[in-house]
C-alpha cells in the first residue's frame, strides 16, 4: 500500500498526528530506545540499520546517539518522505523478495531496528528481515536488535479477532511467536516492554483520548504489564 503517494502522506501526517494514539506509543518508544542506547552502548555509538524505515521513525527517535545511520525500505515514496521530513540517514531501497538485503555498512556495534513490520508480512518476509538483522549483527558482541509487535494477540486487541476473522488486515502475533521466530534465526530476547494496555479506539473516542494516555502511561509501568499490552517492544540479542 505504500507504494501510493497518498498513503504515505497520510501515514505520516494523519495516523501519526500530534496526539493520535500511534503518535503516543511513538513518543513513549522514542524515550525508550533513547535510554536503551545509552544503557547498551556506553563505550562506542552504533551504527543504526532500521529494516523497513518507512518515512524514518525510528532513525529520528536516534538523532545525536548513533555513529550512523542506514535506514531500508521498498516503498521509493516512503523513503522520498524520510527525506522530506528531515531523516539524517543514507536511505537505501531494496527489492521486495529475492536474495536478502546486505547490510549498507559493516562497523560494529551496530543497532537493527524493525517498527510495524512484522505483524502485516508474512512469514517469508519475516525471515528475509530476520536474515538481515542476522547478517548485521553475526554474534553476540556485534549489537542489538529491536522488534515491535503492535498486534499482541495476549492484549485487549484479541476481543476485536472474532469480529474481523478471516479479514487478512487483522493479524496477531503472540509473546512465543515472536520468541520462536527469533531462536529460529539465533536470537534470544533479553528485554520486553510494553507500550499500549489499551486499543486504539480508546484513544479515538471524544473525551477519553487524554484518560486514555495517562492510563496507558501508568499502566505500562507495573510489573508484568507487557504480557498484556497491546503494542511490545522485544531487544534480542545473538546466542554466543
Given amino acids: 500500500m505504500f507504494q501510493d503517494t497518498g498513503a504515505v502522506e497520510k501515514h505520516e501526517n494523519v495516523t501519526y498526528a500530534a496526539g493520535t494514539y500511534a503518535s503516543r506509543i511513538n513518543d513513549r518508544q522514542r524515550a525508550y530506545l533513547r535510554d536503551l542506547i545509552v544503557r547498551a552502548f556506553p563505550g562506542r555509538p552504533p551504527v543504526h540499520?532500521?529494516?523497513?524505515?518507512?518515512?524514518?521513525?525510528?532513525?529520528?527517535?536516534?538523532?545525536?546517539?548513533v555513529r550512523e545511520a542506514h535506514g531500508y525500505d521498498t516503498s521509493t515514496n516512503m523513503l522520498a518522505m524520510a527525506a522530506e521530513v528531515g531523516t539524517e540517514a543514507t536511505?537505501?531501497?531494496?527489492?521486495?523478495?529475492?536474495?536478502?538485503p546486505i547490510p549498507a555498512c559493516a562497523d560494529q556495534p551496530a543497532l537493527v531496528t524493525m517498527f510495524r513490520l512484522l505483524l502485516n508480512v508474512d512469514a517469508v518476509v519475516?525471515?528475509?528481515?530476520?536474515?538481515?538483522?542476522?547478517?548485521?549483527?553475526?554474534?553476540?558482541?556485534a549489537g542489538l536488535l529491536v522488534?515491535?509487535?503492535?498486534?499482541?494477540?495476549?492484549s485487549l486487541r484479541r476481543l476485536r479477532a472474532?469480529?474481523?476473522?478471516?479479514?487478512?488486515?487483522?493479524?496477531?502475533?503472540?509473546?512465543?511467536?515472536?520468541?520462536?521466530?527469533?531462536?529460529?534465526?539465533?536470537?534470544?530476547i533479553i528485554e520486553r516492554r510494553?507500550?499500549?494496555?489499551?486499543?486504539?479506539?480508546?484513544?479515538?473516542?471524544?473525551g477519553l483520548s487524554r484518560i486514555a494516555h495517562s492510563v496507558d502511561s501508568a499502566a505500562r509501568l507495573l510489573p508484568g504489564a507487557d504480557d498484556y499490552a497491546v503494542n511490545v517492544v522485544y531487544v534480542a540479542r545473538r546466542v554466543a
Avoid: K
Wanted: net charge positive; charged share 20%; proline share 2%.
Fill in 91 to 100: 536511505l537505501h531501497t531494496v527489492a521486495a523478495d529475492g536474495p536478502v
Fill in 194 to 206: 510494553g507500550f499500549s494496555m489499551l486499543t486504539q479506539g480508546w484513544y479515538q473516542r471524544r
Fill in 126 to 141: 519475516r525471515d528475509r528481515a530476520l536474515a538481515f538483522a542476522g547478517r548485521a549483527l553475526p554474534d553476540a558482541n
Fill in 49 to 65: 540499520h532500521d529494516f523497513a524505515c518507512g518515512t524514518g521513525r525510528a532513525i529520528r527517535s536516534l538523532h545525536g546517539l
Fill in 162 to 188: 472474532r469480529r474481523h476473522r478471516g479479514n487478512g488486515w487483522f493479524a496477531e502475533l503472540s509473546h512465543r511467536d515472536i520468541s520462536h521466530l527469533l531462536h529460529q534465526h539465533g536470537f534470544e
Fill in 147 to 154: 522488534l515491535e509487535n503492535h498486534g499482541n494477540a495476549h
